[in-house]
């Protein structure tokens, strides 16, 4: 096969396979590491002279034509992550936010809505919600209602002009909330690190999308059950969950490092814990997506 062809061909399937995946949040979206790996690019001009007549040349051609294409890629992608950082300093943002809990308030449906970024909840606090964000050409919109017994809040990212830069800038959030209502958590998010301590709080759904991330989960039993939903990207997740508390897991995940911790598989990708049956309180657990590390902890 013309050595050529192969490497325009495979330049240009990488281009536009990198281009899908940074759109759709299924990589991380940074790549300073080709600035480190650089010099491979003689090396591949090297072997192509040496082996030109041999008839590993057409598969060198394939590798440099993948090579070359993530290192233009993301030397172009790192230069305008660089330039999106770069900006005046009266474009950073410090944001609180506070919301005093209503005594009739019950339920508390959460939706945070966001791009890439760092997300944290794991204090409690006497308000209903305490919220600090801080980055750069973004803000929140927060937005709260309430029916009868029943509030809504809903934490969206504001990018201004530049909602093009949505999953691609970088910023910090972290959330209070009140121990006493019962909580339906639902998380639109980017490629993100997450950290997230409901053991404290009454958790009934948990619902979470989001990019490539690296999370860490822990979950508690002040609610009789609990059912979580989570579709991630290319990611590393690791959920803890009280001992004592019955946990069953359902998975359609086949390539990936899974390490489940007092766990019984049951049937092809379903996994229980042995006193699920029996335990008063349930932990229900769906996973789906391309996360390539997944732990699930007892404490």
């Not at 062809?5 to 396979?17: D, E, H, N, Q, R």
């Amino acid at each position: 096969m013309n050595s050529s062809k192969m490497f325009w061909g495979s330049f240009l399937i990488t281009i536009g396979l990198l281009s899908l995946l940074v759109k759709y949040d299924l990589i991380q979206s940074s790549f300073n590491f080709v600035w480190n790996i650089w010099p491979l690019i003689f090396v591949f001009w090297g072997l192509g002279l040496i082996l030109r007549q041999s008839f590993v040349k057409p598969i060198i051609s394939l590798i440099s034509g993948i090579f070359t294409a993530i290192l233009i890629y993301g030397i172009i992608y790192s230069l305008l992550w660089a330039v999106n950082f770069h900006v005046d300093e009266n474009d950073s943002f410090t944001q609180n936010y506070s919301k005093e809990l209503d005594a009739n308030t019950k339920i508390v449906n959460l939706t945070l809505d966001a791009g890439a970024g760092s997300f944290t909840i794991r204090d409690s606090t006497s308000n209903l919600i305490d919220a600090s964000s801080s980055g750069l050409l973004s803000q929140y919109n927060y937005n709260y209602f309430k029916d009868s017994s029943e509030a809504n809040i809903d934490i969206n990212l504001d990018a201004g002009d530049f909602h093009f830069l949505k999953n691609m800038i970088k910023n910090q959030l972290s959330i209070k909330l009140n121990t006493n209502p019962i909580w339906n958590f639902r998380f639109n998010i980017g490629a993100s690190k997450n950290i997230f301590d409901f053991s404290t709080f009454k958790v009934n759904e948990l619902s979470i999308k989001t990019g490539a991330s690296n999370s860490r989960i822990k979950l508690g039993d002040k609610n009789d059950e609990t059912n979580v939903d989570i579709d991630m990207g290319v990611s590393s997740l690791t959920l803890e969950i009280p001992e004592h508390v019955g946990c069953k897991v359902e998975t359609d995940l086949s390539l990936v490092n899974k390490k489940f911790d007092g766990f019984t598989k049951k049937e092809k990708g379903i996994y229980q814990t042995e006193n699920f049956e029996k335990s008063k309180k349930k932990i229900l657990i769906n996973v789906k997506g391309a996360v390539s590390s997944l732990k699930i902890l007892r404490y």
